[in-house]
């Protein structure tokens, strides 16, 4: 069975400093990772895929198939990156699709 | 991309009663489905919306407890029936474009059961 384990419920970083939102996976064939994110009042939205190995909103993310691991990573943090955060591996069809559990990050001033 | 209405985007109700959410796509859709997001919890799908024939239901959720419906290729309605305290979540809609791992997802319905 396939499992996506996000060890932080709650992340606080400052303004400008570096953030990692960690997430790990379980799963025994070929892994199509992604990160989705929701900003307060708005809805859950896709934010990257490993797939397409691009930068959006200064955020990347590599998947690394030694450590399972595919961690959200922005070297500046920003004030509008306060969201919600989940990690998310698609195994099949659209219907596997395994969440994790989500870290609330914050940005402070 | 697909934009969803759903409908209602909060309710409150008492125990026992049972609450039908629409959800409203802009362009027609193979794949639909209703996830749960209890809170601090992660999203859990409840079921896909198949157009046509009976929803295809995960595990732990059984038609009773949620019938859904699927008319037509942009909308589908999810029924909680017989309420309870433990049903207080958030539901929501979503939609795949293609059969990958990217869904595009309605603004929720938040239901408090009493």
Redesign the interface.
């Known amino acids: 069975a396939q499992r ?1 384990t996000q060890p932080e ?1 709650l992340l606080s970083v400052f303004k400008g400093a570096p953030v990692e939102l960690k997430c790990n996976y379980s799963y025994s064939g070929s892994p ?1 990772l ?1 990160w989705y994110v929701q900003y307060s009042r ?5 934010l990257l ?1 490993h797939i397409s190995r691009e930068s959006i909103k200064g955020f990347t993310a590599d998947l690394n198939k030694g450590e399972t691991s595919f961690h959200l990573k922005k070297p500046f943090a920003q004030e509008e990156d306060s969201a919600m955060y ?1 990690c ?3 195994s099949g ?3 596997q ?1 395994t ?4 870290t609330q990050l914050t940005v402070l001033p | 991309s697909a934009v ?1 209405s759903q409908k209602p985007s909060r309710d409150i109700c008492q125990r026992g009663t049972s609450l039908t959410i629409q959800c409203q796509v802009d362009s027609q859709v193979t ?1 639909m ?1 209703w996830y749960r997001q209890q809170p ?4 859990t ?1 409840i079921a ?1 919306a198949n157009q046509g024939s009976e929803a ?1 239901y995960e595990s732990g959720f059984v038609i009773d407890k949620f019938p859904i419906s699927r008319p037509n290729l942009t909308f589908s309605t999810l029924t909680v029936s017989n309420m309870s305290p433990e049903d207080s979540s958030i539901y ?1 809609c979503s939609v ?1 474009v ?11 319905s938040r239901l408090t059961v009493l």
């Open positions: 996506v419920k199509e992604f708005q809805r859950l939205q896709l895929r989940y998310a591996l698609h069809s659209a219907r699709l969440f994790g559990s989500g | 969803i794949m489905f601090g919890q992660s999203l799908l896909t295809t929501l795949g293609l059969d990958t791992g990217e869904l595009f997802f309605g603004e929720g």
